[in-house]
């Protein structure tokens, strides 16, 4: 069991360079746990996806509705104090945070390629290559 980042959840669904690491990441472990902002995450990175011209709008629709429902019943959110004390103390953005919080509280590690999270929290945050 881990916590996924969104750009973990993309790395998987979408084509790209880190397709495969997702992939091998599912196959080692395949139950993903996510905040609930992930949805909101996803739908950006998805409309970049739209607005560079590499995925059709109704195929983004289809792939963003099919994550909503994937991920429904391994949605889970840490607590508004948990959120504002690793924000504040660690200088990263609320929606990083609500990964590290989610992380913390189900005792796993966030799978994650962002460097300011890798680097702030190194107990809880695992590069994909690492993990």
Not at 52 to 58: A, T, V
Request: aromatic share 10%; proline share 5%.
């Amino acid at each position: 069991m881990i916590v996924a980042d969104a750009n973990l959840v993309a790395y998987y669904y979408l084509p790209g360079p880190f397709q495969p690491l997702a992939q091998r990441i599912i196959q080692k472990d395949p139950v993903w746990f996510v905040p609930p902002i992930l949805v909101l995450e996803f739908r950006n990175i998805l409309l970049g996806f739209v607005r560079g011209k590499q995925l059709h709008k109704k195929d983004a629709i289809e792939l963003a509705v099919r994550v909503e429902l994937i991920f429904s019943q391994r949605t889970k959110g840490g607590s508004s104090a948990q959120v504002m004390d690793l924000a504040c103390d660690s200088g990263c953005s609320a929606y990083d945070a609500e990964y590290i919080a989610l992380a913390q509280m189900m005792g796993v590690k966030l799978v994650t390629n962002d460097k300011y999270l890798l680097n702030a929290f190194p107990k809880v945050a695992v590069a994909l290559e690492d993990f």
